[in-house]
């Protein structure tokens, strides 16, 4: 993106020559992914936590407990499947809030210009938020998981 040097007005005949680039064309915004990596692993937990509950509760109902492979029954193998898939989604969204995380803090101090200093800031305080949040859920994922491992044959 150009933008006209700031020490003389642009006339209708003016060159390439008196536009420069920008350097905060580039910048990240505080907002948009880094919100997306805060809340992702708190939407897989709840993802997970319904599911979990959902298939417990009306999958021995429906006769679905019924249904065995190696001995365990299909409600166990659904709920794993699942808290399998939110575990990845979750390590994911970890992987992805620690990226941007080095990206603020290389941005950071790269940068010469005080004028976004404090977005900057907190781009880099949410991006780490994220990283520790999505630690926070994916433990809570594994810890809600290993009860289901001593009850794979029951319903």
Same mark, same amino acid.
């Given at each position: 993106?150009?933008?006209?040097?700031?020490?003389?007005?642009?006339?209708?005949?003016?060159?390439?020559?008196?536009?420069?680039?920008?350097?905060? *064309?580039?910048?990240?915004? !505080?907002?948009? #992914?880094?919100?997306?990596? =805060?809340? @992702?692993? $708190?939407?897989?937990?709840?993802?997970?936590?319904?599911?979990?509950?959902?298939?417990?509760?009306?999958?021995?109902?429906?006769?679905?407990?019924?249904?065995?492979?190696?001995?365990?029954?299909?409600? *166990?193998?659904?709920?794993? !499947?699942?808290? #399998?898939?939110?575990?990845? =989604?979750? @390590?994911? $969204?970890?992987?992805?809030?620690?990226?941007?995380?080095?990206?603020?803090?290389?941005?950071?101090?790269?940068?010469?210009?005080?004028?976004?200093?404090?977005?900057?800031?907190?781009?880099?305080?949410? *991006?780490?938020?994220?990283?520790?949040?999505?630690?926070?859920?994916?433990?809570?994922?594994?810890?809600?998981?290993?009860?289901?491992?001593?009850?794979?044959?029951?319903?």
């Amino acid at each position: 993106m150009q933008t006209p040097m700031p020490s003389e007005p642009l006339s209708p005949e003016s060159s390439a020559a008196e536009t420069q680039p920008n350097p905060e *064309a580039s910048r990240e915004p !505080a907002g948009g #992914l880094v919100s997306l990596f =805060l809340f @992702g692993g $708190a939407i897989c937990w709840t993802i997970q936590l319904l599911f979990a509950v959902f298939i417990s509760e009306w999958g021995c109902i429906s006769g679905m407990g019924d249904f065995r492979l190696f001995g365990v029954t299909a409600i *166990a193998w659904s709920v794993i !499947a699942v808290s #399998l898939l939110t575990m990845a =989604l979750t @390590g994911w $969204a970890m992987r992805l809030s620690l990226g941007s995380c080095r990206r603020q803090s290389r941005s950071a101090a790269e940068s010469d210009s005080e004028d976004f200093a404090a977005e900057r800031e907190s781009a880099r305080y949410l *991006a780490q938020v994220a990283v520790w949040s999505n630690g926070l859920f994916l433990f809570i994922i594994v810890a809600q998981t290993i009860p289901i491992l001593f009850y794979l044959t029951e319903c």
